[in-house]
T-cell receptor, first 117, second 116 residues
C-alpha cells in the first residue's frame, strides 16, 4: 500500500548525541515536510523540501538538519544543538507546487517519539 | 503571517449528539485552503475535510461538515451523530499560498471526548 513510513517509532537519546529519524514515502510526492509536536500543542514546521536536492528551513529549524537526496526519502537529524528535543516528530508529503487539481492535503506518517534521557 | 486559532482546548459530547469545533483564521491572501485533521491517541494524523476559499458551498464528508463563514474568517467543524471512536485531538489547518512554501499552518487543537 502507498504511504509514509517513519522509523523508529520510539527513540531514546542521551544528551549530546545526534539522532536521525527516517521518513520514506512511496506516494511519488515531490514535497516532504517535518513537523514537531509538543504535548497538548499543535504542529510546528521544522524543514520542508519541494524537490529533490533542495530544502528550506521552517519555523523552528535551529538544532535540526535534513537531506533530500532521493525523492522517496527525507531524513531528519536532531543534533546536540537542539536544546529541548523531546517531542513527537511527524513527517508528511504532498503533491507538487502549482498543481491545481489537488487541495494541498498533507499525508502523514505515524510519527516518531523522541525522548532525551 | 497566517494564524489559526482554536479556542476550545477540550470538549465533551454525548454519543449520538452533534458537536461543533471552532476554528478562526487570519490571512491576507485571497486564495487559501482550510483543513481539519483528526489525531487519535496513536498519534497519526487523519485528514477529514477540506474547504477552498473560493468554494461557495460548505464542504461535507460523511458525518463531517465544515461551516465556512468567509467574512467572519471561521471554519468550524461539525461532527454529527458522535461515536465513541471520534474521541481524539482535532486540528484546524490552513494551506499557505501557492507562491509560498505550501506547508500547512496548524492550530493548537481541541481534544474531543465522546461520552457513552
Amino acid at each position: 500500500d502507498g504511504g509514509i513510513t517513519q522509523s523508529p517509532k520510539y527513540l531514546f537519546r542521551k544528551e549530546g548525541q545526534n539522532v536521525t529519524l527516517s521518513c520514506e514515502q512511496n506516494l511519488n510526492h515531490d514535497a516532504m515536510y517535518w513537523y514537531r509536536q509538543d504535548p497538548g500543542q499543535g504542529l510546528r514546521l521544522i524543514y520542508y523540501s519541494q524537490i529533490v536536492n533542495d530544502f528550506q528551513k521552517g519555523d523552528i529549524a535551529e538544532g535540526y538538519s535534513v537531506s533530500r537526496e532521493k525523492k522517496e526519502s527525507f531524513p531528519l537529524t536532531v543534533t546536540s544543538a537542539q536544546k529541548n528535543p523531546t517531542a513527537f516528530y511527524l513527517c508528511a508529503s504532498s503533491t507538487a507546487l502549482g498543481s491545481t487539481t489537488n487541495t494541498g492535503e498533507l499525508f502523514f506518517g505515524e510519527g516518531s517519539r523522541l525522548t532525551v534521557l | 503571517a497566517q494564524k489559526i486559532t482554536q479556542t476550545q482546548p477540550g470538549m465533551f459530547v454525548q454519543e449520538k449528539e452533534a458537536v461543533t469545533l471552532d476554528c478562526t483564521y487570519d490571512t491576507s491572501d485571497q486564495s487559501y485552503g482550510l483543513f481539519w485533521y483528526k489525531q487519535p491517541s496513536s498519534g497519526e494524523m487523519i485528514f477529514l475535510i477540506y474547504q477552498g476559499s473560493y468554494d461557495e458551498q460548505n464542504a461535507t464528508e460523511g458525518r463531517y461538515s465544515l461551516n465556512f463563514q468567509k467574512a467572519r474568517k471561521s471554519a468550524n467543524l461539525v461532527i454529527s451523530a458522535s461515536q465513541l471512536g471520534d474521541s481524539a485531538m482535532y486540528f484546524c489547518a490552513m494551506r499557505e499560498p501557492y507562491t509560498g512554501r505550501r506547508a500547512l499552518t496548524f492550530g493548537s487543537g481541541t481534544r474531543l471526548q465522546v461520552q457513552p
